[in-house]
Structure formats: C-alpha cells, structure tokens
C-alpha cells in the first residue's frame, strides 16, 4: 500500500494520481532524479479499497481509545 499522508497536498501539485484499470485501481507518483531534477517513470502502486477501510477501522478504534484515555487524564 502506498503512504497516503499528504496525498491531498501532492495531488494538489500534481505528483500523485489515481487511476482505474477496469475494477482495480492504482496511485501514480512523480519521480525525479535527485541529481538532475528530470522526470523518471511514474511509480504505481496498487490500491486495495477493503485494505483501506480495515485501515481506516483500525485508526479510527486507536483514535477511540485515546480519547478514551486523554478524557480520563483530564480528570486527574
């Protein structure tokens, strides 16, 4: 899976894109040689949508807990 932190901001600038293959889709990064700046082929990674929403059920039960915990810390 591809790190999806800051995929707004780098969609923005136009170094990422999604793109869909019949029921599949993929995300297309931008590369660029660190020596020279020149384009380097895209990096395309797969995207799995039941990976991402057991992803997204994972981070949003971690973020229940802490909330859970900082409301008990508030209390000390």
Same mark, same amino acid.
């Given at each position: 899976?591809?790190?999806?932190?800051?995929?707004?901001?780098?969609?923005? /600038?136009? $170094?990422?894109?999604?793109?869909?293959?019949?029921?599949?889709?993929?995300?297309?990064?931008?590369? +660029?040689?660190? =020596?020279?700046?020149?384009?380097?082929?895209?990096?395309?990674?797969?995207?799995?949508? /039941?990976? $991402?929403?057991?992803?997204?059920?994972?981070?949003?039960?971690?973020?229940?807990?802490?909330?859970? +915990?900082?409301? =008990?810390?508030?209390?000390?």
């Amino acid at each position: 899976m591809f790190d999806i932190r800051n995929y707004q901001l780098k969609k923005a /600038k136009g $170094l990422v894109s999604v793109v869909k293959a019949g029921d599949s889709f993929a995300v297309a990064t931008k590369k +660029f040689s660190p =020596e020279t700046g020149e384009n380097l082929p895209d990096e395309v990674v797969g995207v799995n949508i /039941k990976e $991402l929403e057991n992803r997204k059920i994972i981070l949003q039960e971690e973020i229940k807990e802490i909330d859970m +915990f900082l409301a =008990e810390l508030n209390v000390l």
